[in-house]
């Protein structure tokens, strides 16, 4: 069954900004020498700093273990990418990764990276989540797509980020994954398709189901079909499929509401009160034609409400869930056990943020932009947002700027610097060819 990470809210872990602010509501910092001296403290606070500066950065992973880097000045990180140019070069190019994998392999136990919101790249700051086309992003290593088709009149999927259409529609798309795979057959791509937004008011034509399936005709080969096709007694057996047996082909992991399957005892039963997604609660009598996305294991934690939550609700999940994924398959039962279920992992958030900004940390947008100040000022010694990284550190490290860090970034030291097994698939915000090798990387 799906699981989900729960939003927790530490209240011991503010930033004095937000302390700042709950005083003055609540009458203590009424009288203005309150204010005054608060003001002075900062200002002579951060000239410390700035006389201090040597340009050194700070970054607890492991409690009580800073390690130093370079300066907060622009950077280019290879987490992150917002001009498609950086991931262009051979040296990035990943189409054929998976031929070093065996046959034999789990798809479900392949570590994947894929993109959130695969086909996001227009609608500005707060709706574009990728900057590489999906040509691109396949050749440099992405295998799950996140496809959001909004369903129109005349049976036509527009693929849209919330009311924002993406200037593409399902046909689209599926050309240039054709494309690719044609030229890759080593491959396979695992596509969620995905409801979104509002039908169109006046249509009133065929089903989203009746929909995918005239697609899934007009690539006839491209889908992964079992031997008894729409229908599929799908959970336990698409959970078992192995790289073999899907090479060359979209999987479909299914985000959508079926039909009943003519009395078969075979698939899901929609959930109760009118819920769109599959649920395993209820069992038996709808179509399946991928493994179902409400029977994955999954970390998305989405909504995040200010830049401030975002690394105890946003990081500290993530985090877990790659410990999880990685413990699944150490802690897997003997051979003749059930199949593991797919283990989803998402970097992206928003809501209170930008998807660029959980993404990087970064002020502005661009790849090479300069970290966020915090609003912290902490010590080494002081274990609030370890991973977040310190700079111009006085007094013996005792107190540093705390900056933001994205999550791309943390992803990415984390991958490189501990040895996982397996990661599972990591949906990702403008990734950099960095962090998609590292994910690629823990299968090998």
Same mark, same amino acid.
């Given at each position: 069954?799906? &699981? $989900?990470? &729960?939003?927790?809210?530490?209240?011991?872990?503010?930033?004095?900004? @937000?302390?700042? $602010?709950?005083?003055?509501?609540?009458?203590?910092?009424?009288?203005?020498? !309150?204010?005054?001296?608060?003001?002075?403290?900062?200002?002579?606070?951060?000239?410390?700093? @700035?006389?201090?500066?040597?340009?050194?950065?700070?970054?607890?992973?492991?409690?009580?273990?800073?390690?130093?880097?370079?300066?907060?000045?622009?950077?280019?990180?290879?987490?992150?990418?917002?001009?498609?140019?950086?991931?262009?070069?051979?040296?990035?190019?990943?189409? +054929?990764?998976?031929?070093?994998?065996?046959?034999?392999?789990?798809?479900?136990?392949?570590?994947?990276?894929?993109?959130?919101?695969?086909?996001?790249?227009?609608?500005?700051?707060?709706?574009?989540?990728?900057?590489?086309?999906?040509?691109? &992003?396949?050749?440099?290593?992405?295998?799950?797509?996140?496809?959001?088709?909004?369903?129109?009149?005349?049976? +036509?999927?527009?693929?849209?980020?919330?009311?924002?259409?993406?200037?593409?529609?399902?046909?689209?798309?599926?050309?240039?994954?054709?494309?690719?795979?044609?030229?890759?057959?080593?491959?396979?791509?695992?596509?969620?398709?995905?409801?979104?937004?509002?039908?169109?008011?006046?249509?009133?034509?065929?089903?989203?189901?009746?929909?995918?399936? +005239?697609?899934?005709?007009?690539?006839?080969?491209?889908?992964?079909?079992?031997?008894?096709?729409?229908?599929?007694?799908?959970?336990?057996?698409?959970?078992?499929?192995?790289? /073999?047996?899907?090479?060359?082909?979209?999987?479909?992991?299914?985000?959508?509401?079926?039909?009943?399957?003519? /009395?078969?005892?075979?698939?899901? $039963? !929609?959930?109760?009160?009118?819920?769109?997604?599959?649920?395993?609660?209820?069992?038996?009598?709808?179509?399946?034609?991928?493994?179902?996305?409400?029977?994955?294991?999954? $970390?998305?934690?989405? @909504?995040?409400?200010?830049?401030?939550?975002?690394?105890?609700?946003?990081?500290?999940?993530?985090?877990?869930?790659?410990?999880?994924?990685?413990?699944?398959?150490?802690?897997?039962?003997?051979?003749?056990?059930?199949?593991?279920?797919?283990?989803?992992?998402?970097?992206? @958030?928003?809501?209170?943020?930008?998807?660029?900004?959980?993404?990087?940390?970064?002020?502005?947008?661009?790849?090479?932009?300069?970290? &966020?100040?915090? /609003?912290?000022?902490?010590?080494?010694?002081?274990?609030?947002?370890?991973?977040?990284?310190?700079?111009?550190? !006085?007094?013996?490290? +005792?107190?540093?700027?705390?900056?933001?860090?994205?999550?791309?970034?943390?992803?990415?030291?984390?991958?490189?610097?501990?040895?996982?097994?397996?990661?599972?698939?990591?949906?990702?915000?403008?990734?950099?060819?960095?962090?998609?090798?590292?994910?690629?990387?823990?299968?090998?």
């Amino acid at each position: 069954m799906q &699981q $989900q990470h &729960q939003q927790k809210e530490p209240h011991q872990h503010q930033p004095p900004v @937000a302390i700042i $602010q709950r005083l003055t509501m609540s009458g203590w910092t009424s009288s203005s020498w !309150v204010s005054s001296t608060l003001l002075l403290i900062q200002l002579l606070v951060f000239t410390l700093f @700035a006389v201090s500066s040597d340009g050194k950065r700070l970054f607890l992973c492991e409690k009580g273990s800073p390690r130093v880097f370079s300066s907060f000045s622009a950077r280019i990180h290879p987490a992150y990418l917002q001009e498609p140019g950086h991931c262009a070069s051979p040296t990035d190019l990943r189409p +054929r990764w998976m031929s070093r994998l065996a046959d034999s392999r789990l798809l479900s136990r392949i570590s994947m990276p894929g993109t959130h919101d695969s086909l996001a790249l227009h609608g500005g700051l707060v709706w574009q989540c990728q900057s590489m086309p999906l040509a691109a &992003q396949l050749a440099a290593g992405v295998r799950a797509l996140d496809v959001r088709c909004r369903h129109l009149s005349g049976g +036509r999927f527009a693929i849209y980020h919330s009311f924002n259409y993406q200037q593409i529609d399902f046909d689209g798309v599926l050309a240039i994954v054709a494309e690719f795979l044609a030229e890759n057959p080593s491959e396979t791509v695992l596509m969620r398709v995905k409801k979104e937004w509002i039908s169109d008011p006046s249509f009133g034509g065929p089903s989203f189901e009746e929909t995918f399936l +005239r697609y899934r005709q007009m690539f006839n080969g491209l889908f992964y079909q079992s031997s008894e096709g729409g229908g599929h007694n799908g959970v336990e057996s698409f959970n078992a499929l192995t790289l /073999g047996e899907v090479r060359g082909k979209v999987v479909v992991l299914q985000d959508f509401e079926t039909s009943e399957c003519d /009395g078969k005892d075979v698939g899901l $039963q !929609v959930g109760n009160g009118g819920d769109e997604k599959l649920t395993p609660t209820h069992v038996r009598h709808h179509k399946v034609y991928g493994p179902l996305w409400s029977e994955a294991v999954i $970390q998305d934690q989405f @909504a995040i409400y200010t830049i401030w939550s975002m690394y105890y609700n946003k990081w500290v999940p993530i985090k877990e869930h790659l410990q999880v994924a990685n413990d699944s398959l150490i802690n897997s039962t003997a051979p003749n056990g059930p199949s593991p279920p797919f283990y989803i992992n998402f970097l992206s @958030a928003s809501v209170g943020v930008m998807p660029y900004f959980a993404a990087s940390g970064n002020v502005a947008w661009g790849t090479d932009g300069e970290r &966020q100040y915090f /609003g912290l000022i902490s010590g080494t010694s002081t274990h609030q947002y370890d991973d977040y990284p310190r700079e111009k550190c !006085v007094l013996d490290n +005792r107190y540093c700027i705390v900056h933001f860090e994205g999550m791309n970034m943390l992803t990415w030291e984390l991958l490189t610097q501990r040895k996982y097994a397996f990661v599972g698939i990591v949906f990702a915000d403008f990734p950099g060819c960095g962090l998609l090798q590292a994910i690629i990387d823990v299968n090998f």
